[in-house]
Every structure is written in C-alpha cells, then in structure tokens.
C-alpha cells in the first residue's frame, strides 16, 4: 500500500528524490516520513512529518528535504549533497490516528560513493 521508488548510485555532492505513493485506502494518516537502514546497522528515522511539524535526523539536516503531492498522495524526499555514509536502504512509512499499525514502503536502494 505504500510504494517507494527513486533509489539509485550517485557520487558524493550529488542528489537523489525518493518518491513513495500512498494508496487511497490508508486514510486519517497521523505521521508519514523516511527511515533507512544503513548497512549492517539499525532501521533509523531520517524525516517525518506529524502534527503540523517536519522533523529530520541531525545528520541529514539541510541536506534532505521532505515534500508533500496531496493531489498524487505521494510523499517525497529529495536528497542534495549526498555523502557515503548516507548509502542505506530507505523506507517510506505512514501510520494513523487511532491505530498502532505503520505501513511500509518496500524499501528502495541509495548507495553514494566517495
């Protein structure tokens, strides 16, 4: 119900835009954002959107942005000076009001080489 897409190879400096779609069955959505797991580490919150607020991890401030597409429900994140320690499989994920469940994107793909 969540589908990501956009991962890819880039060099350090450069920029990638992950995109994920939200199906229209997932509704009165409370949070949504981007976590990713780095290679042989833990899954970790890069963006989220909740309560009228936008939050990111202190490593990806001013470098990462969170936009929103409520005509196409996509939720995207476009990543500029990109760094080899941002190499990482991201996940999309949207949780709502009244429910413990989190969806989540299939997970897509960003590896940045120095």
């Known amino acids: 119900q969540l589908q990501a897409s956009g991962g890819g190879s880039v060099q350090a400096g450069g920029s990638l835009r992950l995109s994920c779609a939200i199906h229209?069955?997932?509704?009165?959505?409370?949070?949504f954002g981007w976590y990713r797991q780095p290679p042989g580490k833990q899954r970790e919150l890069v963006a989220s959107?909740?309560?009228?607020?936008?939050e990111y991890a202190d490593s990806v401030k001013g470098r990462l942005a969170l936009s929103t597409d409520n005509a196409k429900n996509t939720v995207s994140l476009q990543m500029d000076s990109l760094k080899p320690e941002d190499t990482a499989v991201y996940f999309c994920?949207?949780?709502?009001?009244?429910?413990?469940?989190?969806?989540w994107g299939q997970g897509t793909q960003v590896t940045v080489s120095s």
């Open positions: 994920f949207a949780d709502q009001f009244n429910s413990d469940y989190v969806y």
């Open positions: 229209g069955s997932i509704f009165r959505i409370k949070s």
């Open positions: 959107f909740g309560s009228g607020n936008t």
